[in-house]
């Protein structure tokens, strides 16, 4: 679909649904806020489902796909609303069982994302043993900065290790406060000189994996055209479209909200300004997903 300028600001997404067979969508910040699911989208994503469309939750979350599943049904969003899970956390130990990792350093809470670490092929040692950098987050996002991490990432690099990021966004939005997360600290070791694997968006790793499951659901090969992405996030969801070539829908009520919103609207030129030249592209915008 063509780029239009200005970009259409949406309030029920039907019409545009319609001309898309598959999508991937966002989790945080598109179909719940960190506490619980938007009834909008909700509607949106189950009808799209009811009229033959199938749906691929594309999240950053630094976990296996069967721990998102669990996260999402308690913050009650429906099952029925989705039709598959690709999660970075997935991606990330898949990569690791792939590279043969025996021994790898963990950055990250080992409470919180206790998921990844049991599903872990490799033993977790002292970085000096390790083969390998694992980051799932900061070990405590509310007290720590990515400048605490200067030593840690300045040794990785200086041992030549890779870093594996489980999760390449920079902050999450919490019910409106922002949370450093994985990606931050991947950023840093990149500017240091270190190797890091990015697993998921907007990297190839995530819509590639997106695409194979929705191809496998289906039986047959999607073309771009009939893909449609959705998502809060320009540097993430909007990038990761571009680069693969499919539409973006952009939800502006999430991690962008200050830059893109007036009260409870979108407001046209402040997302001109965000979408200005430079930006990965969208087909149109809307505050909040909705039917």
């Known amino acids: ?13 039907r019409d545009l649904l319609a001309h898309y067979d598959v999508l991937f969508c966002d989790v945080w910040g598109v179909i719940h806020d960190g506490f619980r699911a938007y009834p909008g989208a909700m509607r949106a994503l189950t009808s799209f489902r009811r009229r033959g469309g199938t749906v691929v939750l594309v999240s950053n979350a630094p976990v296996p796909a069967e721990r998102v599943a669990q996260m999402l049904a308690d913050k009650r969003v429906d099952g029925a609303s989705f039709d598959a899970i ?5 991606i990330a130990l898949d990569h690791i069982a792939a590279m043969a990792y025996r021994s790898v350093y963990v950055i990250g809470p080992r409470d919180r994302d206790a998921a990844f670490m049991d599903r872990l092929t490799a033993g977790i040692v002292p970085m000096r043993e390790a083969q390998a950098i694992v980051c799932t987050g900061l070990n405590n996002d509310v007290t720590e900065t990515v400048a605490d991490y200067a030593g840690v990432l300045e040794e990785g690099r200086d041992l030549g290790l ?12 919490v019910g409106g406060r922002h ?75 999430g991690i962008h909200r200050a830059e893109t919103m007036t009260g409870a609207a979108v407001d046209p030129e402040k997302l ?13 915008a809307t505050a909040y997903l909705d039917w």
Do not use: Q
């Open 162 to 173: 890779p870093f594996v990021c489980a999760n390449p966004d920079l902050v999450v939005d």
């Open 1 to 13: 679909m063509p780029f239009p300028s200005p970009l259409p600001i949406l309030t029920s997404s």
């Open 86 to 90: 690709v999660s970075s956390g997935a």
């Open 179 to 253: 949370y450093v997360c994985a990606g931050a600290l991947g950023e840093a070791y990149a500017a240091l000189g270190g190797e890091v694997y990015w697993a998921g968006k907007p990297h190839p790793s995530a819509y590639e994996t997106a695409l194979a499951r929705a191809e496998a659901i289906l039986g047959a090969a999607v073309p771009k055209s009939r893909i449609l992405a959705i998502g809060d996030a320009i540097r993430t969801d909007l990038k990761s479209a571009d680069l693969a070539g499919v539409d973006a829908l952009f939800v502006t009520a």
């Open 272 to 284: 001109g300004r965000a979408l200005g030249p430079g930006s990965p592209p969208a087909v149109a």
